[in-house]
């Protein structure tokens, strides 16, 4: 039991680092010509409110 916990939690780790990691790259190339600042901003906020 207390393997797997620690499984989950690296792989929560793993992920969490991964979209914050991926976050900035992604931003950047979208927002010059395909998506207004704002509305990357207001995508960013809904999404945490889903989540």
Not at 10 to 30: E, K, M
Request: aromatic share 10%; proline share 6%; net charge positive.
């Amino acid at each position: 039991m207390a393997k797997l916990n620690k499984q989950q939690g690296h792989l929560a780790l793993f992920t969490s680092s991964l979209v914050f990691g991926l976050n900035i790259p992604i931003a950047r190339t979208i927002t010059p010509g395909i998506v207004d600042p704002f509305l990357m901003t207001f995508l960013r906020m809904f999404g945490a409110a889903v989540l």
